[in-house]
């Protein structure tokens, strides 16, 4: 390991001893970047890692609101403007309760790589509140996100920094938000939100593609491995947005997906949820609020595994896609013991820093980093900015298109750049890689601060 990264992995693990997830990704990522680092001696002068993995601002706010009954509650609200060297702040804002400064800067750290994969010009960011969706109705979800962007909204900006949805935000929480930052601003300014309804500017193809961009970028692999998608198994985790996208390409094209999961357990359907019913039946379970998988078991009559992970289930093809540190080295081992050659993360870290490195170790067994996989929700986002500012509306196939083109160009900047520096075809390696030599090039030469 090249020194002078390890001094800064060092020292952010000192630093940030309560926060593991933002220590997990800092590891992950800049171990990746040694090589890298040994070849440009001048971004150690700069302290350009230093400077990376500090984000450029990061403020909490209270929101407070009140429950139906006429209670009031207060939440803790973030954003943290990670890097803005290639473009505004963009990226999602999750609600869920265990949110902490942690959780915030794990992913605006990913993020920030995710974004420059895309080749479009936006930063790095993320926000959120220690708020539980779970159980609130309609009316107190629209009072949250109304305080929730009362305290935000002098914060953002299309040319600022632009929030879109993560875990609990979806559709309906954007339209509140943006509900309430126009009625605050006074302006029509849709360019400050993406993951918007149709009818106000939001673009098509965006609720489906993050799960559209991971099965595309699926094929990129199979293609390389010369081995096609039709018939294959593909186990994942979650059953919102992404995974839902996921569902439906993957049926599109001829594969299943036969596992689904919840906090609550896992169902396991060998038919696939391969119908337009059953796809469309995972809608109703995210806007249900209940936040349980079992409802698809009772409904479609099939497997429900209470309180376990779907890792153990023999399939071609693992995609967790639920949230981080799902899969974990017990996982892993039975991943590896089941032979599995394609184990393709779609989710923000969902995998373990060492479940990761063991199944990178797997002989024969490809490994895709989310930041890659996942890309194309934020890539359409940032379609979504430019249809804003064009003030115009693309048509579904021209989105699609876009981010079919833009999956095959990450998948391969990814694989040259770790060509690039005779390590192979290792994604993992090589999306870090490319990520970081567009932000890191953007920061030198626009000096330091
Ligand atoms: O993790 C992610 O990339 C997102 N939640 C989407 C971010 C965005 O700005 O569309």
Known sequence: MNAYVQRVIDSVKEKHASEPEFVQTIEEVLSSLSPVIDKHPEY?????????????RMFTFRVVWQDDKGEYHTNTGYRCQFNG????????????KNVYPGIIKFLGFEQIFKNALTGL??????????????????????????????????YIGPDVDVPAGDMGVGGREIGYLFGQYRRLKGV??????????????????????????????LNEVLKHEKDDIKGK???????GNVTWGICKKAMQLGAKVVTLSGPDGYIYDPNGVATEEK????????????????????KFGCEFHPNEKPWGV????????????????????????NGIKYYIEVANMPTTNDALDFLRKQKGMIVAPSKAVNAGGVGVSALEMAQNSERL????????????????????????????????????????????????TAMFEQGAF
């Not at 993320?126 to 305290?151: H, L």
């Not at 198994?233 to 059953?239: D, L, Y």
């Not at 796809?279 to 009772?298: C, F, G, P």
Request: aromatic fraction near 10%; charged fraction near 25%; charge should be negative.
């Open 44 to 56: 150690e002068k700069v302290d350009l890692l230093g400077r990376i993995v500090e984000p450029e």
């Open 85 to 96: 060297a290639i473009g505004p702040y963009k990226g999602g804002l999750r609600f869920q």
């Open 121 to 154: 010009p936006i930063g790095g960011g993320k926000g959120g509140a220690d708020f539980d969706p779970t159980g609130k109705s309609d009316a107190e979800i629209m009072r949250f996100c109304q305080s929730f962007m009362t305290a935000l909204y002098r």
């Open 188 to 217: 029509w300014e849709n360019g400050v939100l993406t993951g918007k309804g149709l009818t106000y500017g939001g673009s098509l193809i965006r609720p489906e593609a993050t799960g559209y961009g991971a099965v595309y970028y």
């Open 233 to 239: 198994t593909i186990a994942c985790s979650g059953f």
């Open 279 to 298: 796809v469309n039946y995972l809608l109703e379970m995210r806007a249900s609020n209940r936040n349980r998988v079992q409802d698809y078991a009772d």
């Open 314 to 337: 023999k399939v071609d093809i693992v995609m967790p896609s639920a949230m981080q540190n799902d899969v974990r080295m017990e996982s892993a081992e039975k991943i590896a013991a």
């Open 393 to 440: 509306v693309w048509t579904e196939d021209e989105v699609d298109k876009q981010l079919h083109h833009m999956m095959e160009t990450i998948h391969r900047v990814s694989a040259e750049a770790a060509e690039e520096y005779g390590l192979g075809y290792d994604l993992v390696a090589g999306a870090n890689i490319a990520g970081f030599k567009k932000v890191a």
